[in-house]
Protein backbone atom coordinates (compact mmCIF):
# COMPACT_ATOMS: atom_id res chain seq x y z
CA UNK A 1 0.00 0.00 0.00
CA UNK A 2 1.27 3.44 -0.67
CA UNK A 3 1.96 6.25 1.77
CA UNK A 4 -1.08 8.35 0.86
CA UNK A 5 -3.14 5.47 0.69
CA UNK A 6 -2.27 3.86 3.96
CA UNK A 7 -2.49 7.93 5.73
CA UNK A 8 -5.91 8.35 4.02
CA UNK A 9 -6.49 4.75 6.03
CA UNK A 10 -5.62 5.60 9.20
CA UNK A 11 -7.44 8.88 9.19
CA UNK A 12 -10.38 7.47 8.63
CA UNK A 13 -10.13 4.99 11.26
CA UNK A 14 -9.18 8.07 13.36
CA UNK A 15 -12.76 9.73 12.43
CA UNK A 16 -14.43 6.47 12.94
CA UNK A 17 -13.45 6.45 16.34
CA UNK A 18 -13.87 9.72 17.00
CA UNK A 19 -17.53 10.19 15.90
CA UNK A 20 -18.16 7.71 18.74
CA UNK A 21 -17.58 10.71 21.54
CA UNK A 22 -19.47 13.55 19.48
CA UNK A 23 -22.69 13.93 21.91
CA UNK A 24 -25.89 14.53 20.24
CA UNK A 25 -28.09 14.83 22.94
CA UNK A 26 -30.31 17.53 23.15
CA UNK A 27 -29.53 19.42 26.45
CA UNK A 28 -29.19 22.79 28.07
CA UNK A 29 -25.57 22.50 27.05
CA UNK A 30 -26.19 21.38 23.15
CA UNK A 31 -24.44 24.53 21.69
CA UNK A 32 -21.42 23.89 24.07
CA UNK A 33 -21.31 20.35 22.52
CA UNK A 34 -21.58 21.40 18.69
CA UNK A 35 -18.88 23.72 19.44
CA UNK A 36 -16.86 20.40 20.42
CA UNK A 37 -17.74 18.85 17.56
CA UNK A 38 -17.00 21.33 15.06
CA UNK A 39 -13.31 21.50 16.15
CA UNK A 40 -13.03 17.81 16.83
CA UNK A 41 -14.49 16.80 13.92
CA UNK A 42 -12.94 19.52 11.75
CA UNK A 43 -10.39 17.48 9.61
CA UNK A 44 -6.69 17.90 9.38
CA UNK A 45 -4.28 15.77 9.35
CA UNK A 46 -4.96 13.20 12.38
CA UNK A 47 -1.23 13.21 12.88
CA UNK A 48 -1.03 12.69 16.28
CA UNK A 49 -3.50 10.11 17.03
CA UNK A 50 -1.85 7.70 13.53
CA UNK A 51 1.02 8.25 15.40
CA UNK A 52 0.07 6.23 18.11
CA UNK A 53 -1.06 3.80 16.29
CA UNK A 54 1.53 3.32 14.07
CA UNK A 55 3.69 3.57 17.11
CA UNK A 56 1.34 0.56 18.66
CA UNK A 57 1.47 -1.53 15.06
CA UNK A 58 5.18 -1.71 15.16
CA UNK A 59 5.28 -4.28 17.93
CA UNK A 60 1.60 -5.99 17.99
CA UNK A 61 -1.41 -5.85 15.26
CA UNK A 62 -3.93 -5.85 17.90
CA UNK A 63 -4.33 -1.70 17.28
CA UNK A 64 -8.05 -1.25 18.42
CA UNK A 65 -6.48 -1.57 21.93
CA UNK A 66 -5.30 1.63 21.34
CA UNK A 67 -8.00 3.67 20.17
CA UNK A 68 -8.75 5.22 23.63
CA UNK A 69 -5.36 6.87 23.60
CA UNK A 70 -5.35 7.84 20.01
CA UNK A 71 -9.13 9.63 20.71
CA UNK A 72 -7.63 11.65 23.97
CA UNK A 73 -4.29 12.55 22.02
CA UNK A 74 -6.21 14.20 19.48
CA UNK A 75 -8.97 15.66 21.62
CA UNK A 76 -5.76 17.65 23.47
CA UNK A 77 -4.41 18.83 20.03
CA UNK A 78 -7.88 20.56 19.29
CA UNK A 79 -8.71 22.01 22.95
CA UNK A 80 -4.90 23.45 22.34
CA UNK A 81 -5.68 24.57 18.26
CA UNK A 82 -9.31 26.03 19.80
CA UNK A 83 -7.48 28.06 22.57
CA UNK A 84 -4.42 29.26 20.69
CA UNK A 85 -7.14 30.88 17.82
CA UNK A 86 -8.74 33.08 20.71
CA UNK A 87 -7.96 36.66 20.26
CA UNK A 88 -5.77 36.63 23.68
CA UNK A 89 -3.23 34.34 22.53
CA UNK A 90 -2.76 34.26 18.08
CA UNK A 91 -6.38 35.47 17.82
CA UNK A 92 -6.93 33.60 13.83
CA UNK A 93 -9.72 33.86 12.06
CA UNK A 94 -9.46 30.86 9.94
CA UNK A 95 -8.49 27.12 10.93
CA UNK A 96 -9.22 24.05 8.11
CA UNK A 97 -10.19 26.80 5.82
CA UNK A 98 -13.05 27.54 8.05
CA UNK A 99 -13.69 30.31 10.48
CA UNK A 100 -12.28 29.53 13.99
CA UNK A 101 -14.14 27.97 17.00
CA UNK A 102 -14.73 31.75 18.58
CA UNK A 103 -16.04 32.93 15.40
CA UNK A 104 -18.34 30.45 14.79
CA UNK A 105 -19.20 30.49 18.11
CA UNK A 106 -18.24 33.08 20.63
CA UNK A 107 -15.17 33.68 23.00
CA UNK A 108 -17.27 32.33 26.15
CA UNK A 109 -18.36 29.05 24.11
CA UNK A 110 -14.55 28.68 22.35
CA UNK A 111 -12.82 28.44 25.90
CA UNK A 112 -15.23 26.22 27.49
CA UNK A 113 -15.29 23.82 24.86
CA UNK A 114 -11.56 23.66 24.78
CA UNK A 115 -11.65 23.05 28.44
CA UNK A 116 -14.28 20.29 27.83
CA UNK A 117 -12.37 18.43 25.45
CA UNK A 118 -9.15 18.66 27.66
CA UNK A 119 -11.76 16.92 30.19
CA UNK A 120 -12.78 14.78 27.85
CA UNK A 121 -9.71 13.08 27.15
CA UNK A 122 -8.75 12.15 30.66
CA UNK A 123 -12.66 10.80 31.25
CA UNK A 124 -11.84 8.34 28.13
CA UNK A 125 -8.16 7.61 29.49
CA UNK A 126 -10.05 7.03 33.30
CA UNK A 127 -12.64 4.69 30.99
CA UNK A 128 -10.21 2.71 29.67
CA UNK A 129 -8.17 2.29 32.66
CA UNK A 130 -11.68 1.25 35.15
CA UNK A 131 -11.41 -1.56 31.94
CA UNK A 132 -8.18 -2.68 32.66
CA UNK A 133 -8.48 -5.61 35.51
CA UNK A 134 -4.88 -7.01 35.29
CA UNK A 135 -2.11 -5.58 37.16
CA UNK A 136 0.49 -5.62 34.63
CA UNK A 137 -1.73 -4.56 31.92
CA UNK A 138 -2.97 -1.58 34.36
CA UNK A 139 0.89 -0.51 35.59
CA UNK A 140 1.69 0.25 32.18
CA UNK A 141 -1.25 1.89 31.43
CA UNK A 142 -0.80 3.86 34.95
CA UNK A 143 2.42 4.68 33.50
CA UNK A 144 1.38 6.33 30.31
CA UNK A 145 -1.37 8.09 31.82
CA UNK A 146 1.42 9.36 33.85
CA UNK A 147 3.13 10.74 30.25
CA UNK A 148 0.54 11.74 29.30
CA UNK A 149 -0.54 14.27 32.20
CA UNK A 150 3.26 15.53 32.18
CA UNK A 151 2.86 16.06 28.39
CA UNK A 152 -0.39 17.91 28.36
CA UNK A 153 1.54 19.94 31.09
CA UNK A 154 4.52 20.95 28.92
CA UNK A 155 2.28 21.91 25.80
CA UNK A 156 0.84 24.71 28.39
CA UNK A 157 4.00 25.73 29.62
CA UNK A 158 5.46 25.88 25.93
CA UNK A 159 2.45 28.01 24.89
CA UNK A 160 2.49 30.07 27.84
CA UNK A 161 6.71 31.26 26.94
CA UNK A 162 5.88 31.41 23.17
CA UNK A 163 3.20 33.70 23.99
CA UNK A 164 4.60 35.66 27.17
CA UNK A 165 8.38 36.55 24.41
CA UNK A 166 6.17 37.33 21.59
CA UNK A 167 8.21 40.58 20.03
CA UNK A 168 11.11 40.13 22.38
CA UNK A 169 14.36 39.02 21.51
CA UNK A 170 15.35 35.48 23.13
CA UNK A 171 18.14 32.77 22.85
CA UNK A 172 18.50 29.68 21.07
CA UNK A 173 18.01 28.19 24.06
CA UNK A 174 14.59 29.67 25.08
CA UNK A 175 13.41 29.20 21.40
CA UNK A 176 14.74 25.37 21.48
CA UNK A 177 12.32 25.26 24.90
CA UNK A 178 9.23 26.60 23.32
CA UNK A 179 9.10 24.06 20.20
CA UNK A 180 10.25 21.41 22.49
CA UNK A 181 7.38 22.09 24.63
CA UNK A 182 4.57 23.70 22.89
CA UNK A 183 5.17 20.81 19.45
CA UNK A 184 7.67 18.47 20.36
CA UNK A 185 6.19 16.98 23.70
CA UNK A 186 3.05 15.38 22.48
CA UNK A 187 4.36 14.24 19.53
CA UNK A 188 7.00 12.48 21.28
CA UNK A 189 4.05 11.19 23.87
CA UNK A 190 2.21 9.62 21.49
CA UNK A 191 5.61 7.65 19.86
CA UNK A 192 5.69 6.79 23.46
CA UNK A 193 2.04 6.23 24.16
CA UNK A 194 1.68 3.19 21.22
CA UNK A 195 5.64 1.87 21.72
CA UNK A 196 4.90 1.50 25.88
CA UNK A 197 1.01 -0.31 25.14
CA UNK A 198 2.56 -2.34 22.46
CA UNK A 199 5.31 -3.84 25.56
CA UNK A 200 8.36 -2.04 23.40
CA UNK A 201 11.69 -3.12 24.93
CA UNK A 202 13.35 -0.23 26.64
CA UNK A 203 16.03 -0.22 23.70
CA UNK A 204 13.20 0.36 21.54
CA UNK A 205 11.15 2.64 23.05
CA UNK A 206 15.10 4.47 23.41
CA UNK A 207 15.19 4.64 19.46
CA UNK A 208 11.62 5.85 18.89
CA UNK A 209 11.94 8.85 21.57
CA UNK A 210 14.67 9.74 19.47
CA UNK A 211 12.73 9.39 16.71
CA UNK A 212 10.16 11.25 17.82
CA UNK A 213 11.93 14.10 19.19
CA UNK A 214 13.30 15.01 15.95
CA UNK A 215 9.94 14.67 14.04
CA UNK A 216 8.70 17.23 16.70
CA UNK A 217 11.56 19.61 16.09
CA UNK A 218 11.06 18.94 12.14
CA UNK A 219 7.17 19.60 12.51
CA UNK A 220 7.53 23.06 14.31
CA UNK A 221 10.37 24.16 12.01
CA UNK A 222 7.94 23.47 9.20
CA UNK A 223 5.39 25.02 10.60
CA UNK A 224 8.00 28.50 10.86
CA UNK A 225 8.77 28.14 7.14
CA UNK A 226 5.03 27.16 6.02
CA UNK A 227 4.25 30.87 7.95
CA UNK A 228 6.82 32.38 5.85
CA UNK A 229 6.08 30.94 2.20
CA UNK A 230 3.18 28.93 2.89
CA UNK A 231 -0.30 28.70 0.35
CA UNK A 232 -2.94 30.28 2.21
CA UNK A 233 -5.71 28.45 0.37
CA UNK A 234 -3.70 24.86 0.90
CA UNK A 235 -3.64 25.76 4.39
CA UNK A 236 -6.63 27.20 5.52
CA UNK A 237 -5.60 29.97 6.98
CA UNK A 238 -3.59 33.20 7.09
CA UNK A 239 0.35 33.30 6.04
CA UNK A 240 2.40 35.73 8.09
CA UNK A 241 1.25 35.90 11.54
CA UNK A 242 4.11 34.48 13.27
CA UNK A 243 6.05 38.01 11.79
CA UNK A 244 3.04 40.48 12.26
CA UNK A 245 2.64 38.93 15.86
CA UNK A 246 7.16 39.14 16.14
CA UNK A 247 6.76 35.18 17.16
CA UNK A 248 10.20 33.85 17.78
CA UNK A 249 10.23 31.30 15.45
CA UNK A 250 13.10 29.26 13.56
CA UNK A 251 12.95 31.81 10.71
CA UNK A 252 13.40 34.81 12.61
CA UNK A 253 16.50 33.16 14.85
CA UNK A 254 18.12 31.38 11.70
CA UNK A 255 16.68 32.63 8.49
CA UNK A 256 15.03 30.69 6.14
CA UNK A 257 16.89 28.80 4.08
CA UNK A 258 19.20 27.81 7.25
CA UNK A 259 15.54 26.52 8.70
CA UNK A 260 15.38 24.83 5.71
CA UNK A 261 19.02 22.91 6.03
CA UNK A 262 18.14 22.52 9.49
CA UNK A 263 14.81 20.44 8.69
CA UNK A 264 16.22 18.53 5.93
CA UNK A 265 19.08 17.42 8.17
CA UNK A 266 16.82 16.38 11.56
CA UNK A 267 14.49 14.71 9.19
CA UNK A 268 17.14 12.43 7.95
CA UNK A 269 18.20 11.47 11.48
CA UNK A 270 14.72 10.42 11.87
CA UNK A 271 14.65 8.23 8.55
CA UNK A 272 17.76 7.44 9.86
CA UNK A 273 16.52 5.77 12.93
CA UNK A 274 13.44 3.54 11.35
CA UNK A 275 15.83 2.11 9.29
CA UNK A 276 17.03 0.13 12.27
CA UNK A 277 13.80 -1.65 12.71
CA UNK A 278 13.58 -2.68 8.87
CA UNK A 279 10.56 -2.69 6.79
CA UNK A 280 8.12 -2.30 9.34
CA UNK A 281 9.17 1.20 10.25
CA UNK A 282 7.75 1.65 6.43
CA UNK A 283 5.38 4.06 7.63
CA UNK A 284 6.99 5.97 10.26
CA UNK A 285 9.83 6.52 7.53
CA UNK A 286 7.49 7.83 5.34
CA UNK A 287 6.07 10.20 7.65
CA UNK A 288 8.88 11.77 8.59
CA UNK A 289 9.93 12.32 5.37
CA UNK A 290 5.65 13.77 4.82
CA UNK A 291 6.00 16.09 7.63
CA UNK A 292 9.53 17.64 5.82
CA UNK A 293 7.89 17.98 2.58
CA UNK A 294 4.05 18.86 3.55
CA UNK A 295 2.11 22.35 2.62
CA UNK A 296 -0.31 22.52 5.34
Known amino acids: MEFKEELKKYQKQVEKELEKYVRKDLVPEKVLNESMEYSLMAGGKRLRPILVIASYKLFKEDFEKCFPYAVSIEMIHNFSLIHDDLPGIDNDDFRHGKPTNHKKFNEATAILAG?????????????????????????????????????????????????????????????????KNKTGE??????????????????????????????????????????VEGNEEIMGKPVGNDEKHKKCTYVSEYGLEASKQILEKITAEAVDITEEFGSRAEFLKLLAIYIKDRNK
Open 115 to 179: DALLNNSYMVLSEDLSKTKEIKELNKKIKVFKEFSNAVDRMIAGEYVDTEYEGKQISKDYLEYIH
Open 186 to 227: LLKLCVRMGAILADASDSDLKKLTTYAEKIGLAFQIKDDILS
